[in-house]
């Protein structure tokens, strides 16, 4: 059974830091591009940010640039989102995403073969 599971989610104040964790299982990882994208109450899902299965190499939406790191380990089949200096807007719902050997600069909701059910992250100012 393939499976991408979020953890890491909860409540923090604007300024201070989250990790989400998201553990894949029943697929081969190391041939996914993973990806996480976040939907707010009311507006659409939007891509956040994405690592390729082969280079490594990632990608972010400008709004978290400089803030939010993506990596991943294939070890531990785990992609993460370490997420800094969080902002009121950054609260949302946050999932996982995986693509088989996807390109990771049009890693977008169309391209998903795999989401996770998503973990709420929000932010007080």
């Known amino acids: 059974q393939v499976q991408l599971v979020e953890s890491g989610g909860g409540l923090a104040q604007a300024g201070g830091s989250l990790r989400l964790s998201c553990a894949a299982s029943g697929l081969t990882f190391s041939q996914y591009t993973m990806g996480w994208f976040r939907q707010a109450l009311g507006k659409e899902r939007e891509f956040v940010a994405g690592i390729k299965w082969n280079s490594g190499r990632t990608v972010y939406t400008d709004s978290v640039k400089g803030r939010f790191t993506i990596s991943r380990d294939n070890a531990k089949n785990t992609v993460y989102l370490q997420m800094n200096s969080l902002k009121p807007e950054d609260t949302a719902i946050y999932y996982c995403?995986?693509?088989?050997?996807?390109?990771?600069?049009?890693?977008?909701?169309?391209?998903?073969?795999?989401w996770g059910q998503g973990t709420q992250v929000t932010i007080s100012s």
């Open positions: 995403a995986a693509d088989f050997r996807g390109g990771v600069s049009d890693f977008g909701p169309e391209s998903i073969d795999v």
